[in-house]
Structures are given as C-alpha cells and as structure tokens.
T-cell receptor, first 115, second 115 residues
Framework: DTEVTQTPKHLVMGMTNKKSLKCEQH?????MYWYKQKAKKPPELMFV???????INESVPSRFSPECPNSSLLNLHLHALQPEDSALYLC??????????????FGPGTRLLVL | AQSVTQLDSQVPVFEEAPVELRCNYS??????LFWYVQYPNQGLQLLLK??????LVESINGFEAEFNKSQTSFHLRKPSVHISDTAEYFC?????????????FGTGTRLKVLA
C-alpha cells in the first residue's frame, strides 16, 4: 500500500475561519511533508516532520500551524488566512532513514479557496 | 543548495511521436533524482527514480530516463506518446538538510499530446 490520503478534497473558508487539513499514511514512513502549490507552479515546501518532530520550517507565516500527533498523521491548522493562500496543499511522506532508497509519496491534495 | 532546471515550460507533440523532456541539476555530490507526473486536479505521482546503479531507469508505462553525470542531466523520454500522457511533469532532486530530506522541484514541463 503506497497511499497517502488527504481530507478534505476541497475547502472554502473565510479569512476569519479556523480550519484544519488532515493527512494520513500507513506505510510506516517517519518523514512527512506539507507543500503548497499554486496553479502552473511546482510544489513549494512548507514543513517537514521527521520522527514526529518538526525538522524544517521554510519560513512559513504563523497563520499556518503544523501538527504531527503520531507517526501516521499530519495536520495543518489554518487561521486568519489571506486570499493569496488559496492553493493546492499537498501532503507527502517518505522513509526517514539513510538507506538511500527513500522515495516520497504524495497525497491527492486539498484544494483551498480563501474568500 | 541544489537546484533543478527544466528549460521547456511546454512541449506539444503529436500522438505516437517520441518526446524528450529535459532536466538538468546542479550538484557535485551524489544525487537522487526523480520524475513526477501530475494530471489535472490531482496530486503528484512518482514516475521513476534514479538512486544508484544502472543509469537508465524505466517506468511501467513506457517512460525512461537516463542519468548523465558528466552533463548533470536526467532527461525523460518516451518513444511513442499517447493522449493520456498529457500532464505536467516535474523533475526533482533530493538533498539532505539538517539530517532531513528535502526535495527540490523544477518548474515543470507541460506535455500536451495532440491527436
């Protein structure tokens, strides 16, 4: 099973709302990632969790708050977003070791629209 | 930091014709290279990868890529394309930052297969 699932598929929220994106994998991967992708652009890395600890934060605004409650789940909490935050949010996972064969697997994404 | 260059933003090609999508990377150390495909309104799917060993890697749907260290390239090729190959293709390189893997993506190449 090489599946990463994301919920919801679509989300519309106002600038004062609080919402959360969820990501789940059951491949035993210990590294999980959040990316933001604007239309016709490559994914931009936001956060990386390694062994449930935040290891990379690419200077993301504090209105985005990641959380990794266990090795299978990754959340992205959203609060006071701006319209320019509208994008496809992709979750991914990979092994976190140094065997050299690690590959990143992506979920289908959550398409977010901020009004 | 490593970088990936995909010079062609869009490649139109007729059905059953061959195609090459170019990817160049910048690194003087060992590299791990990937090609991902993204169909409209979907997440990224791993197409193929080079980690070590044979410089020619193949995917199950007829794509292949060749790792060329002297030219720092990892071009993607298919001898005969189908309409269903129409998608965005991203080349990526993996680097290690603070003991965590980061995946650096190129800007993508939109392959449009014409009937």
């Amino acid at each position: 099973d090489t599946e990463v699932t994301q919920t919801p598929k679509h989300l519309v929220m106002g600038m004062t709302n609080k919402k959360s994106l969820k990501c789940e994998q059951h491949m035993g991967h210990r590294a999980m990632y959040w990316y933001k992708q604007k239309a016709k652009k490559p994914p931009e890395l936001m956060f990386v969790y390694s062994y449930e600890k935040l290891s990379i934060n690419e200077s993301v605004p504090s209105r985005f708050s990641p959380e990794c409650p266990n090795s299978s789940l990754l959340n992205l909490h959203l609060h006071a977003l701006q319209p320019e935050d509208s994008a496809l949010y992709l979750c991914a996972s990979s092994q976190a070791g140094t065997g050299g064969w690690e590959t990143q697997y992506f979920g289908p994404g959550t398409r977010l629209l901020v009004l | 930091a490593q970088s990936v260059t995909q010079l062609d933003s869009q490649v139109p090609v007729f059905e059953e014709a061959p195609v090459e999508l170019r990817c160049n990377y910048s690194s003087s150390v060992s590299v791990y290279l990937f090609w991902y495909v993204q169909y409209p309104n979907q997440g990224l799917q791993l197409l193929l990868k080079y980690l070590s060993g044979s410089t020619l890697v193949e995917s199950i749907n007829g794509f292949e890529a060749e790792f060329n260290k002297s030219q720092t390239s990892f071009h993607l090729r298919k001898p005969s394309v189908h309409i269903s190959d129409t998608a965005e293709y991203f080349c990526a390189v993996r680097e290690t930052t603070s003991g965590t893997y980061k995946y650096i993506f190129g800007t993508g190449t939109r392959l449009k297969v014409l009937a």
